[in-house]
């Protein structure tokens, strides 16, 4: 536990310059704010007591007051610069995350088990009611100092006064001694039982946290996901899926509310607890003081500082038990989170560097290559052996499902074989740098993604970037109308999103962008999966018929379940359950009576006939 805490410590000091140092004082000061009045107030009424001078009185007053004004006014600019750096700790924990998700190997990506660790530390800093993670560390550890000095001081200070023969004991330091042993003792006994309560009654408000997680979950999916968002409020209007919704939702929060009330029945007794222990500690401490007065062992400016110590003390006594408590069940969440960041990379680096060829021959070979995904037995590739070269164009088809875009995975690297090799120039693929092996391809994937950045970076990927180049690629990929209708050219941010001055594009328009990507970065190698899907029939065909040009001299794979849209490949390659059963041109292909790809075109064939002519 003490591990995971200081770990987290550590991070909260690398993402807040000067965060040590910045405490250590706030917490000095915050401590002689609360004690200044106990002792001065004490040395006043001392003072009048006994008959003290003006000048002293005035001294006395001077320093009460003035002390608490200067501490004061200091407390409050630091404080008021601790809470700014703090406030966006949980932001600044995120951008660790944030990064580890963007390096880390791609197949957690697609991991239910990884996405949703994710989702539950979010949910844990944000929604949960006493979650918190590194967020709730931070805070949590200033005021566990603060109140641990500040138990010390007054602990120190108690066993002084009340061994200081004269004061308390006059001249009978054994019973001074005797008093601060049971005093310890109890104390201890006491702090036991408080830690050890609190801790049962964390524990359960623990496991209504974890119970609250799937349900955050599902309450961020109805309300985010899917009632807000355009797509999902066609269907919900063309359904009528209101009253369902409403009736998940409300159950929902029904379900949340009787945990938040749990939890809240929970948190009373435990302050209920920490209270009881209170009373005892101050009526052991107030019964004392009563009969030293009574014995007259003590002056009235000390029984002054005493009873506002002890008060002071018991306040900061219930805060440290909480504290304790509330840090000894955050360290999961703590956990939880550096779990995530300690997710291993498990894909091999590789050193070698990709061989630089002006001739361009590179030829890549599937040599035996049977795949399934972590976690599932199916095999979703099986035995697949498939070689090309460079400059040629293949044509993937094949039914959905059979495993055409995992085909196109494996071979970014995306992810590796569960067995057999894949080969660049006969080494294995593994072998070579992965990022230097990763430049080597531009994807246009058929969930392909286009954030709301200017248009221009969205083509080159980079805030800096090449202007001609990237226009080139646009009007290459059949966008020229739309560039010469931008108001800010390609400075012009895609979607309104986030800018007023944006422009919407069509499901169409946002592919062609995602094709201009793939062409702006010039890799040797071009990899379409299903890129006309969102692409009315003419713009389709257009792109079809200027694919040699698009391409140029690279290698393409183009992947459709659309046979229609291959013809164009001399080389069309039918992948079936995860094998490669056919290869060939389309004429070689049609030719194979009852194969898969014959029956394929024929019942696709059917739709595009027109009387009278052939497809
Ligand atoms: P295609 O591109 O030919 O439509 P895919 O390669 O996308 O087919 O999928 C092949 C099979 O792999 C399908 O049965 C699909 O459900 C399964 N599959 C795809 N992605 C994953 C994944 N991340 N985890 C588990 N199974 C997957």
């Not at 001074?176 to 309560?197: E, G, N, R, T």
């Not at 409020?233 to 359904?239: C, L």
């Not at 290459?476 to 800018?499: E, H």
Request: charge should be positive; proline fraction near 2%.
């Amino acid at each position: 536990m003490l591990k995971i805490n200081i770990r987290g410590i550590k991070l909260c000091n690398s993402l807040i310059p000067w965060n040590s140092f910045l405490t250590f004082l706030l917490i000095t000061l915050q401590i002689l704010v609360e004690y200044w009045p106990c002792i001065f107030l004490a040395i006043l009424v001392d003072d009048v007591a006994g008959g003290a001078a003006k000048a002293v009185l005035t001294r006395d007053a001077v320093m009460l007051v003035g002390g608490d004004v200067v501490l004061f006014v200091l407390i409050h600019i630091l404080q008021h610069y601790y809470f700014y750096c703090g406030s966006n700790i949980w932001e600044l924990a995120n951008v660790q995350l944030n990064k580890k998700i963007m390096d880390m190997d791609y197949e957690y990506m697609e991991s239910e088990a990884v996405q949703n660790r994710r989702r539950d530390i979010d949910s844990m800093a944000r929604d949960n009611a006493d979650g918190g993670g590194i967020n709730k560390l931070f805070w949590n550890i200033m005021a566990l100092l603060r109140c641990s000095f500040s138990i010390l001081i007054i602990f120190f200070y108690t066993v002084y006064l009340f061994s200081r023969s004269g004061v308390a004991f006059k001249g009978e330091p054994a019973k001074a001694v005797a008093f601060v042993s049971v005093f310890v003792i109890l104390f201890a006994i006491l702090m036991f039982i408080a830690i050890q309560k609190n801790k049962s009654i964390q524990k359960k408000i623990y496991k209504h946290n974890e119970e609250m997680l799937p349900l955050f979950r599902q309450m961020h999916f109805y309300t985010e996901e899917y009632i807000s968002t355009e797509k999902c409020g066609k269907i919900i209007r063309m359904f009528h899926q209101q009253n369902l919704l409403s009736n998940y939702i409300e159950e929902l929060f029904k379900k949340l509310n009787n945990k938040i009330n749990s939890i809240g029945r929970l948190d009373e007794n435990r302050n209920e607890w920490t209270g009881v222990i209170e009373t005892i500690i101050s009526g052991l401490v107030y019964l004392l003081l009563g009969i030293m007065v009574l014995k007259d062992t003590i002056s009235i400016g000390s029984v002054c500082l005493y009873a506002g110590c002890i008060s002071r003390f018991l306040m900061d006594f219930r805060h440290f038990v909480n504290v304790v408590t509330d840090l000894a069940s955050n360290t999961k969440y703590v956990k939880i989170y550096f779990d995530f960041l300690d997710i291993p990379n498990r894909k091999y680096q590789g050193t070698l560097p990709i061989e630089k060829r002006d001739d361009d021959k590179f030829t890549i070979e599937f040599q035996n290559v049977s795949f399934r995904y972590p976690g599932s037995s199916k095999y979703v590739l099986k035995n697949f052996s498939i070689k090309f070269n460079i400059g040629e164009r293949l044509a993937v088809v094949g039914k959905n499902g059979s495993g055409k875009t995992t085909f196109i995975k494996l071979l970014c690297r995306l992810y590796d074989p569960t067995e057999g090799e894949i080969f660049l120039n006969g080494i294995d693929i593994r072998k070579y740098n992965y990022k230097e092996y990763l430049s080597l391809f531009s994807v246009v994937f058929q969930d392909f993604k286009i954030p709301a950045f200017p248009l221009g970076q969205n083509v080159a990927a980079s805030i800096e970037y090449d202007k001609v180049k990237a226009e080139d690629a646009l009007k290459r990929a059949g966008l020229s109308g739309l560039l010469s209708k931008l108001p800010y050219g390609l400075d012009t941010p895609v979607y309104k999103d986030f800018d007023s001055r944006g422009v919407d594009i069509s499901g169409g328009e946002a592919q062609k962008v995602a094709i201009a990507r793939a062409l702006y970065h010039d890799t040797p190698f071009v990899i379409l999966d299903e890129p006309t899907a969102a692409l009315d029939p003419l713009a389709e065909y257009e792109i079809y018929s200027r694919f040699d040009e698009l391409v140029g001299t690279k290698t393409a794979v183009y992947i459709s379940h659309r046979l229609s849209s291959c013809q164009f490949c001399n080389d069309i390659l039918v992948i079936d359950k995860g094998k490669a059963v056919q290869r060939g041109n389309h004429s070689k292909l049609i030719k194979e009576k009852d194969s898969l790809y014959y029956k394929l075109w024929n019942t696709q064939a059917k739709y595009y006939k027109v009387e009278g002519e052939s497809v």
